[in-house]
C-alpha cells in the first residue's frame, strides 16, 4: 500500500517534470482544451441560469390561470364569471387581471401593460428596466402612448423596476386599473383571464380538470405546465447547441489523438530510455494517466472559471443571440451565479472521455516501446 | 427523444465503451488463438504488448459505468420536471419502457466489469498469465455483450421518451399495493424485511471477515445478498426514516441535497463492498492454479476487508439514520 | 550466475530483411568478475548483451539468471528482475535531457516504490562517491562526456544491482577518461559486483582488470 502509493507520488513528480519541459507542445493542446471547455460550460450554466431565473419567475405567479376563450382565441372575462368560479371547491383567492400589449412604433417593440396591486397613482406608471435604458428614461420622466382612442397620453415615470427578475419585467409598464381601461378602453367589469390558487397544491390539476367541465368555455394553465414549457424549451436550445458543438468535440478529439499519436522522437526516445532502465509499460500508462489528469483538470478548471465570467460578469455576450433572445426589448441579465453538481458532472465527462478515448492507442503504442530500442539506435 | 446535455452524454459514454470493446475484440480473439508464452516470436511479443492495452481499456469502461450510473441517476431526478407526476428520477425512470432496465443494465456490467478486472489483477501476478485465455473469453463474450445490451437499453429508453408523458412516481409506484417489483419491494412486511437487511448485511460483514482466507464463494454470495437486501431495505423502510415521512418509500431521493446527500454514504460503500465481495468469488476458481496459488489468498482477503469495512459502514450508516429520524412507526 | 544455451535472436523474422543477430551462442558468466564481449561492430554484442541484461527475449534459446529460467517471462516480470538485478550504462549514455542529474540518478527508482526520500539520499550519496556531489542540479545537457557518464553510472546503481552491464562504454571518452572508467570498474566489481560490457577498444579489453574477454563474430562465439 505504502510502497504503491510512493510509486505514484515518484511517477507524478516525473511527469509534473516533463510537462514543465514540454511547455509550448503542451500549452497548445492545453489552450484548445481550455477553450472547449470554455464553449460547452458557457452554454450550460447560461441556460441553468436562465431556467433559474424562470423558476424563480414563475414562482412568483399565480397557481392557476383561468382564460376565457371564444371560438378557440382568448377574450374577456365577462362580470360574473369570478363569482361562479368563487363557488368550486378548492377555489381559492379568485383575482382578476388585466394586461395587455402595446405597440411602440418609436423603437418598434411591444410592451406589456399590466395592472398589479399595489399599483401605480392614476397618471403615473413603472416601467421595466430595459424600456427604460431604449427610451432614456429616469424616475420623473414623462412618457406619452397614443391611446387606442387616438389620442395621446402623457404619463409620469414614477418608478424604474428593479434588476432581479429582468426576464420578465423588462418590457413591463404599470398602471392603475382607472388608467388602463381609460387607455384601452377596456369595459368594466371585464377582466383579461383570472388568477387563483388551490387550497391543496396537490390537487390543482383534479380542481382544473373539475373546472373545465362546469365552464366549458374556460381554459386553465397551471403554473407546473408552464414550468415544464420552459423547461423543455431551455433544455432543447441547450441541446441544439451542444449538438452543433459536438463537431468541436470531434475535432478536438482528432486532435488529441494527432498529438498523442504524433509523438516526438524526443518523448520516444525517452519512454525508450525509461523503459531500459526499469520502467515497465505500466508505469509509462501510470505516468501517461497522470499527464491526462493534470492536463483534463487544468483546462477544465481554466474553461469553467473563463466561463463562470464570462456567463456572469460578462453577460454572456457570445451566447445571447441563440439562447434567448426574441424581442428588441434585451433583458440587460445581472444573472444569479448558479453552481449545479449534475452540469459540472456531464461537462466534466463530456471532455475529458473523448479526449481519454482518442489518447488511449497512441499512448498504449508509445508505452510498448522495447527496452532494447535505445541500445539499438 | 430528449435532446438533453445530460442525455447525450450517457448515450456517448455508453456508446464509447462499446466501440472500444467491439473494437479489441478481434485482438482479443487472436490472443486465445496464438498465445504462447514460451515462444519469442514477434507475435506473441505483440500479443503480450496488446493486454496492456486491453486492462487499460476495461479500467476505463468501468470507470465509465460508475460515472454513467451517477449521471444516470441525477439525470433522471432532474428530468423529472418535464413529466408530469414525476417527482423524482422514479418518475422519469418510469416515464420509458427501460428506464429501471437500463439502470439495473448500468450496474450489472459495472459489477462484472469489476470481477473482470478483479481475475485481470490476480492474472497479472501469475507469471505464466495463467488466466490470459480465460479472461479474453470473458471480455468478448460477457463484458461485449452486456455493455451492448446497456447501450441498447439507454438508446430505447431515451428515444421512448416523450415531455408531457404521464407518469407515476416514488409517491405512487413504491406504494404498498401498486404492483410491480417497486410496489412489491415497498409492500414487504417493515418486520421480516428489516431482519433481513440488517440479517444479510451482518452475515456479509461476518462472511468477509471470518471467512477471508478461504470462503470466496460465500463471501460473494453474502455479498449479492446483502446488495440486494440492502436496496430492498432501503425501499421499504429505512426511506420512510430519511424522509421522516410515513409513505415516501423512494430510493433515489436521499441523495438529494434536501436530505444532506445521505444516499451517497449508503450507496457508495454498498457498491464498492458488493465489488469487492464479488470479486472473492470471482477468484475461487483459480485458488488451486499453481502459479496464483501463492496470491490468490493474500489477494483475497485483502478484497475481503474492502468488503467487510463497506458493509459494516452501510450498516452504521443505516442505525445512524434510524437513531437520528424522529419518525416513529407504530 | 546467467548461463545462455543455444540463444538465437532475430530481427525482422519471415521478412525479407530477416537477420539473425544472433545464432546460437552457448556461454557462462560468473558472478563476481568482470566480463568484456570484444568483436567488430556488427557482431552482436549488444543485442547479446541485451539478452543477458533481460531487456529482450530470444527468438529461441534459454537464458537463466542464479538458476532460474528467465528467457520466457513475461515483460512485467522480467522488468521487475530487471530493475532489481541490473543495472544499465548506455553508450550514448540516454540521459533525460531537461532533467538535473540527481533527478537522472533518482529515475530508476521510480517504479520500485521506495520512499523518496531515501532514494534521494542514495542517489546523492552516489553522485557524490562519484565527485559529481557539486553539479548535482545541474541540467545533464550542460555538462561534459565524462561526467554525463557518471551521472550515467550512478543511476545505473541507485537500485543497488548485482550486476552492471555496459555497452560500448569508453567509445565516447578520451583515453584519459577510459583509465578512468577501468579504475572505476574495479572499485566496483571489489564491492562484489558484477560487471558485463562490451567494447572494442583495445585499451580498455586489454587491461589487466577484466578477468575474461569473450570474443564474438557474425553472432557466433570467437573459438
Known amino acids: ?377 | 427523444m430528449i435532446l438533453q446535455p445530460a442525455v447525450l452524454t450517457l448515450l456517448l459514454i455508453s456508446a464509447l465503451g462499446v466501440a472500444v470493446l467491439l473494437a479489441a475484440a478481434p485482438f482479443a480473439l487472436q490472443v486465445i488463438r496464438r498465445w504462447d508464452l514460451a515462444s519469442g516470436s514477434e507475435l506473441q511479443l505483440r500479443l503480450e504488448r496488446r493486454t496492456y492495452l486491453f486492462s487499460t481499456l476495461v479500467a476505463f469502461v468501468m470507470a465509465l459505468q460508475l460515472a454513467g450510473i451517477l449521471l444516470f441517476v441525477l439525470n433522471a431526478d432532474r428530468m423529472a420536471v418535464q413529466f408530469p407526476g414525476a417527482m423524482c428520477a422514479v418518475g422519469t425512470l418510469n416515464a420509458g419502457r427501460f428506464g429501471f432496465g437500463a439502470l439495473l443494465g448500468q450496474v450489472a456490467l459495472f459489477f462484472l466489469a469489476g470481477m473482470w478486472l478483479t481475475l485481470n489483477h490476480a492474472d497479472s501476478l501469475g507469471r505464466d498469465y495463467p488466466l490470459v485465455r480465460i479472461k479474453y473469453a470473458l471480455m468478448v463474450g460477457l463484458l461485449l455483450p452486456a455493455a451492448a445490451a446497456v447501450l441498447a437499453l439507454q438508446w430505447t429508453y431515451f428515444s421512448g421518451l416523450r415531455a408531457q408523458t404521464l407518469t407515476s412516481c416514488c409517491g405512487s409506484l413504491f406504494a404498498e399495493g401498486a404492483g410491480g417489483l417497486p410496489g412489491d419491494l415497498a409492500a414487504l412486511p417493515p418486520g421480516p424485511v428489516r431482519a433481513a437487511f440488517f440479517g444479510c448485511l451482518a452475515l456479509a460483514v461476518a462472511a468477509a471477515w471470518f471467512l477471508r482466507r478461504r470462503g470466496g464463494y460465500l463471501t460473494g454470495l453474502a455479498s449479492a445478498a446483502a446488495f440486494a437486501a440492502t436496496l430492498a431495505g432501503i425501499t421499504s423502510f429505512l426511506s420512510l426514516y430519511v424522509y421522516e415521512h410515513p409513505h415516501h418509500h423512494c430510493p433515489f431521493c436521499m441523495l438529494k441535497a434536501e436530505f444532506h446527500h445521505v444516499g451517497y454514504a449508503l450507496y457508495v460503500p454498498l457498491f464498492l463492498a458488493t465489488a469487492a465481495g464479488l470479486g472473492t468469488a470471482a477468484l475461487q476458481p483459480f485458488r488451486r492454479v499453481p502459479t496464483l496459488s501463492a496470491f490468490v489468498p493474500a489477494l483475497s482477503v485483502r478484497l475481503s476487508r474492502v468488503a467487510a469495512a463497506g458493509f459494516l459502514l452501510v450498516l452504521l450508516v443505516a442505525l445512524g439514520i434510524l437513531w437520528r429520524s424522529h419518525l416513529i412507526l407504530s | 550466475m546467467i548461463a545462455l544455451s543455444g540463444l538465437r535472436k532475430a530481427f525482422n523474422p519471415g521478412r525479407p530483411n530477416e537477420f539473425w543477430a544472433l545464432d546460437g551462442i552457448d556461454l557462462v558468466i560468473e558472478a563476481g568478475k568482470i566480463t568484456a564481449f570484444r568483436g567488430p561492430s556488427g557482431s552482436g554484442k549488444t543485442t547479446l548483451l541485451t539478452l543477458v541484461g533481460c531487456l529482450a527475449r530470444p527468438t529461441a534459446g534459454r537464458v537463466t539468471f542464479k538458476g532460474e529460467v528467465v528467457s520466457s517471462l513475461p515483460e512485467r516480470f522480467l522488468t521487475d528482475l530487471r530493475r532489481r538485478s541490473f543495472g544499465f550504462v548506455f553508450q550514448q549514455f540516454h540521459l533525460v535531457r531537461g532533467l538535473s542529474a540527481l533527478q537522472n540518478v533518482m529515475l530508476p527508482a521510480a517504479p520500485t516504490g521506495r520512499p523518496r526520500r531515501e532514494v534521494r539520499d542514495r542517489a546523492v550519496g552516489l553522485l557524490e562517491q562519484l565527485r559529481m556531489g557539486a553539479r548535482r542540479e545541474e541540467r545533464v545537457e550542460f555538462l561534459s562526456a565524462g561526467e554525463q557518464q557518471r551521472v550515467a553510472i550512478a543511476r545505473a546503481l541507485v537500485n543497488d544491482p548485482e550486476v552492471l552491464i555496459a555497452d560500448e562504454p569508453t567509445a565516447n571518452l578520451d583515453s584519459v577518461l577510459s583509465r578512468q572508467f577501468v579504475g572505476l570498474l574495479e572499485e566496483l566489481n571489489a564491492g562484489g559486483r558484477t560487471v558485463i560490457f562490451s567494447s572494442h577498444d583495445p585499451l580498455v579489453v586489454e587491461s589487466g582488470a577484466v578477468h575474461r574477454v569473450v570474443g564474438l563474430r557474425d553472432g557466433r562465439l570467437e573459438p
Open chain 1, 1 to 377: 500500500m505504502r510502497a504503491g502509493i510512493e510509486r505514484q507520488l515518484a511517477l507524478l513528480d516525473f511527469t509534473v517534470a516533463s510537462l514543465a519541459r514540454r511547455k509550448a507542445r503542451n500549452l497548445g493542446l492545453l489552450a484548445v482544451f481550455a477553450l472547449l471547455v470554455f464553449l460547452l460550460a458557457s452554454v450550460t450554466l447560461f441556460t441553468r441560469a436562465l431556467r433559474q431565473e424562470a423558476a424563480a419567475v414563475l414562482a412568483g405567479t399565480p397557481e392557476v390561470i383561468l382564460q376565457r376563450m371564444v371560438a378557440g382565441r382568448h377574450e374577456l372575462v365577462p362580470p360574473g364569471y369570478r363569482e361562479r368560479l368563487g363557488r368550486i371547491r378548492g377555489v381559492q383567492k379568485v383575482e382578476g387581471r388585466l394586461w395587455g400589449y402595446y405597440f411602440d412604433p418609436v423603437i418598434r417593440a411591444n410592451y406589456t401593460f399590466m395592472v398589479t396591486d399595489p399599483a401605480p397613482r392614476d397618471g403615473t406608471i413603472a416601467i421595466g428596466p430595459a424600456l427604460a435604458r431604449l427610451r432614456g428614461l429616469a424616475e420623473g420622466g414623462t412618457l406619452a402612448f397614443r391611446s387606442y382612442a387616438g389620442e395621446l397620453r402623457a404619463f409620469r415615470v414614477a418608478a424604474v423596476l428593479p434588476q432581479p427578475t429582468e426576464l420578465a419585467s423588462a418590457d413591463l409598464v404599470l398602471v392603475s386599473e382607472k388608467d388602463f381601461r381609460a387607455f384601452f378602453a377596456y369595459p368594466e367589469g371585464c377582466f383579461t383571464d383570472l388568477a387563483f390558487s388551490v387550497a391543496n397544491p396537490q390537487e390543482a390539476r383534479t380542481v382544473a380538470a373539475k373546472l373545465v367541465r362546469d365552464l366549458p368555455d374556460a381554459r386553465a394553465i397551471l403554473r407546473e405546465d408552464s414550468l415544464r414549457a420552459y423547461a423543455s424549451l431551455f433544455d432543447w436550445r441547450e441541446g441544439l447547441v451542444l449538438a452543433m458543438l459536438a463537431g468541436a468535440l470531434l475535432a478536438f478529439g482528432i486532435l488529441a489523438w494527432d498529438k498523442a499519436s504524433g509523438l516526438s522522437a524526443e518523448e520516444r526516445r525517452e519512454i525508450g530510455i525509461l523503459k531500459a532502465i526499469g520502467w515497465e509499460t505500466g508505469d509509462i500508462l501510470r505516468m501517461k494517466a497522470w499527464e491526462g489528469v493534470l492536463l483534463c483538470l487544468t483546462a477544465f478548471l481554466l474553461g469553467y472559471v473563463a466561463a463562470y465570467a464570462h456567463v456572469f460578469h460578462g453577460g454572456a455576450g457570445l451566447l445571447e443571440p441563440v439562447l434567448k433572445g426574441w424581442a428588441v426589448l434585451y433583458p440587460r441579465f445581472a444573472l444569479t451565479p448558479v453552481l449545479d453538481g449534475l452540469d459540472l458532472l456531464t461537462l466534466l465527462l463530456l471532455t475529458c472521455v473523448p479526449y481519454t478515448a482518442a489518447v488511449l492507442v497512441p499512448t498504449w503504442r508509445a508505452a510498448t516501446t522495447d527496452p532494447d530500442s535505445v541500445m539499438r539506435s
